[in-house]
């Protein structure tokens, strides 16, 4: 089985711009989750997404959304870069989204770099 | 709310020594807990789980054991290799979410 894919795997942006970040989950897999990955923070949730519905946001800006397609497929934006957006998106997918066991396979990450 | 502490690293260890890594969490009821294992410019691969207390995870010779009463999840290797560096997380499942709350990372070198 092909894992968790993202496009692209690197992206150079200026303030103010926006971006769009892919997600391909495992075949089979419903549920996608974003994080944010930065040396200050660490690694800090997003949001996840259920059967092309926002199950659960962290606690980011209105800047950051997403959506789901009916694929599963899975896209995060950003508007209005600023310079402390730049980190590593990790896209994550498991079969379901449920409290407890929820094992997550994630992708590569996408390196966006903000100037 | 719920939260993982991990030791700080970075580990510096020599090739076959002994490997722990301390990771405590606050949570409430019973959450799943994983460590997961990051090398350079790469995602994050589970390393191993436990899902209820006294579970003890196991993979690739890294063990860890769910421990309730001093809610601890530490990882331990007999003999590790220069291969194992990498950085380290340790991360639970809250219960209501889903979503993976993970500790600080922490570093390991391991020289020849």
């Known amino acids: 089985k092909a894992g968790v894919t993202q496009t692209p795997r690197y992206l150079i942006k200026t303030r103010g711009q926006q971006v769009t970040l892919s997600c391909s989950p495992i075949s089979g897999h419903r549920s996608v989750s974003w994080y944010q990955q930065t040396p200050g923070q660490g690694l800090q949730f997003l949001f996840e997404?259920?059967?092309?519905?926002?199950?659960n946001k962290g606690n980011f800006p209105g800047r950051f959304s997403g959506r789901q397609f009916s694929n599963s497929r899975s896209e995060m934006n950003v508007s209005t870069l600023e310079l402390g957006d730049s980190a590593l998106y990790l896209c994550?997918?498991?079969?379901?989204?449920?409290?407890?066991?929820?094992?997550?396979?994630f992708g590569p990450g996408t390196r966006l770099t903000v100037l | 709310g719920n939260s993982v502490t991990q030791m700080e690293g970075p580990v510096t260890l020599s090739e076959e020594a002994f490997l722990t890594i301390n990771c405590t969490y606050t949570?409430?009821?019973?959450?799943?807990l994983f460590w997961y294992v990051q090398y350079p410019g790469e995602g994050l691969q589970l390393l191993l789980k436990a899902t209820k207390a006294d579970d003890k995870g196991s993979n690739k010779g890294f063990e860890a054991t769910y421990r309730k009463e001093t809610t601890s999840f530490h990882l331990e290797k007999g003999s590790v290799q220069v291969s194992d560096s990498a950085v380290y997380f340790c991360a639970l499942s809250d219960q209501t979410t889903g979503k993976l709350i993970f500790g600080q990372g922490t570093t390991l070198q391991v020289k020849p």
């Open positions: 949570a409430t009821g019973y959450p799943s």
């Open positions: 994550a997918s498991s079969l379901e989204s449920s409290g407890g066991i929820n094992e997550q396979f």
């Open positions: 997404y259920f059967s092309e519905t926002q199950r």
